[in-house]
């Protein structure tokens, strides 16, 4: 994701080029880029954190963009991938169909340890450069309900439509304009739409309407490859003289007296250097939801306990006279808890994509037209429905389809059920620090179910699409129809609910949607300036409130949305 920041730099006048920088980062300058002064230290060439850094040199402002680690699309230099993209300018990053790949792991694009404890990816794009892609406008009440002043939809209209402007969502990505691997999308159709009388809508149409509608799912792909800020904004800013991204840059804190800052201390090459800001120049961290608030207690602002417990370890680099006692700064920390549920019927067709030996008709059509099934990630339909609390507040539940099977139960004919759930649920957890003396940055252990209301509810929509299916149990599969796997279609709500809150391969796992760890209203201002700072911001998923849909677009406003209220200040 946008990142905590180390590795090697390829800057070209570090002389380290073997990783294959891109060329835009090797541009020569007259002076070193460490020694200039900057308008906009931008911490994280992440999903914010790109848009940010081109909207902030658009506007004039000199502008440097840090990443901790390198090359990610073929255009950056990437050069990771499998023997079938030989000879063509991709990497494995930009091929829709190898997103699950990645989660085999990667020995360029994802976090070294000790960065941050969680999944992430350290690279240019940072998670938008490993995620599968899916796209989803967020409805105007997920502004509306759960955003401060400052940031209803209202406000947010004009940064949307930027963002549209620059990265169209697409329901239509394969380049021959067909639609593969659809046996999935149909059964679930049958089920959702046709049974339990959801209403089947075009998202991209729609985009506020999340209550009981199924549909086709929608990516930022661009031309049959994996789009993002990196595919359009990134492209932009490179083309400016007052622009200047860093690769291999670990930023290890801001360096700041009282929350006034005077710019950054970075490792590049085992080096460390302080990085100077101009007069009225800012620190934007845009290192994600985690790395973000960890960044923040390593520079001495943030709860007061953790900043002494570091002080009292002797790793604290701040005197405590300079600290900024700020107790939001990680607190509210998300994460959709999710539960895989396998089904298969006599209809279904599983597909899985194939990193180094995809089937020679997909390969070929995918190299020769960019169509086919390697023209999208897997998932094929997604549906929306909320549920009413007491509080008079509303709960958001999520199901994505996917082609194949997963665990245990990958025959031919299954798929693959993610039920999420979404906005107003009441379970967080916060950003902590490990106690193993490195102070690493991770989840709290609480983010899952600690309010039961939650469990509750999703249990309940689990057990209410349930009733639209035909009887069935694992060993007596439907004749006609979907049969749940390793949940049966029996289940009682109470059953559904111990077994989607008992850790399992199917349970309880992190879906890594980390966000609203450094809240607007709480963390940081409508202006993004984390309280009690004079130039200090935050402009990531940190600062959103969860979100009903995944929240990959939700972010990417934040960041157009953010540049534009620091600009408004500035």
């Not at 080096?271 to 800001?277: A, C």
């Amino acid at each position: 994701m946008k990142s905590l920041l180390t590795l090697t730099s390829i800057a070209g006048f570090l002389s380290q080029t073997a990783l294959g920088a891109p060329q835009c980062a090797t541009r020569q300058k007259p002076t070193h880029w460490s020694t200039e002064e900057w308008d906009a230290i931008v911490v994280g060439a992440g999903t914010a954190g790109i848009i940010v850094a081109d909207r902030l040199s658009e506007a004039g402002k000199k502008t440097l963009l840090l990443e901790l680690g390198g090359a990610s699309y073929g255009v950056t230099g990437g050069t990771e991938k499998p023997a079938w993209l030989d000879g063509t300018d991709m990497s494995r990053v930009d091929v829709p169909g190898l997103y699950k790949s990645i989660f085999n792991g990667s020995k360029e694009i994802l976090c070294p340890s000790g960065v941050m404890n969680s999944y992430q990816a350290c690279t240019i794009g940072g998670n938008s450069a490993i995620n599968a892609g899916l796209y989803f406008q967020p409805p105007a009440s997920d502004w509306d309900d759960w955003h401060p002043d400052g940031w209803k939809s209202v406000d947010v209209q004009n940064a949307t439509q930027r963002l549209l402007d620059m990265q169209p969502s697409v329901t239509r990505y394969s380049q021959d304009g067909k639609l593969y691997v659809q046996s999935g999308y149909e059964a679930a159709k049958r089920w959702i739409v046709d049974s339990a009388k959801f209403t089947e809508v075009s998202f991209n149409e729609t985009p506020d309407n999340k209550d009981r509608v199924f549909g086709r799912t929608a990516y930022n792909y661009i031309g049959g490859q994996r789009g993002g800020p990196t595919k359009t904004y990134l492209q932009e800013a490179l083309k400016r003289s007052n622009f200047h991204l860093q690769t291999g840059a670990h930023v290890k804190h801001i360096n700041h007296v009282g929350g006034v800052a005077s710019g950054v201390t970075v490792m590049v090459d085992g080096s460390e250097m302080e990085i100077p800001l101009s007069k009225d120049g800012r620190v934007v961290l845009s290192a994600g939801a985690i790395g973000s608030p960890g960044l923040l207690m390593h520079s001495g602002i943030g709860p007061m306990d953790t900043l002494y417990n570091m002080s009292d370890a002797g790793v604290m680099r701040f005197n405590s006279t300079g600290w900024v006692f700020n107790p939001s700064v990680g607190e509210g920390l998300f994460d959709n808890p999710n539960t895989f549920i396998e089904l298969s019927g006599p209809t279904i067709q599983s597909y899985v994509h194939s990193y180094d030996n995809p089937i020679p008709a997909d390969r070929d059509l995918y190299l020769s037209s960019r169509s086919g099934p390697y023209a999208f990630a897997s998932q094929t339909s997604a549906f929306w429905a909320y549920l009413p609390n007491p509080d008079g507040t509303k709960t958001g539940l999520q199901g994505t389809i996917d082609s194949s099977g997963f665990g245990e139960f990958t025959k031919n004919n299954t798929i693959t059920l993610n039920i999420y759930g979404t906005s107003g649920l009441g379970s967080t957890g916060s950003v902590i620090l490990s106690d193993n003396g490195n102070f690493t940055p991770g989840p709290s252990s609480d983010v899952y179910y600690s309010d039961p209301r939650d469990s509750l509810n999703i249990a309940t929509f689990i057990h209410s699409i349930f009733q639209a299916l035909p009887p069935s149990t694992p060993n007596t599969p439907a004749a006609d129809g979907l049969t749940p796997l390793n949940i049966p279609q029996n289940s009682t709500v109470e059953e559904i609910r111990k077994y989607i809150t008992t850790p399992s391969t199917y349970a309880v796992g992190s879906v890594q949607h980390w966000s609203s760890s450094c809240r607007i209203g709480k963390c940081v201002d409508a202006d993004t300036r984390v309280i009690g700072t004079k130039n200090i911001h935050v402009i990531d998923a940190s600062i959103l409130s969860p979100l009903t849909v995944n929240p990959q677009f939700g972010v990417m406003v934040a960041g157009e949305k953010g540049a534009e209220r620091m600009l408004a200040t500035w």
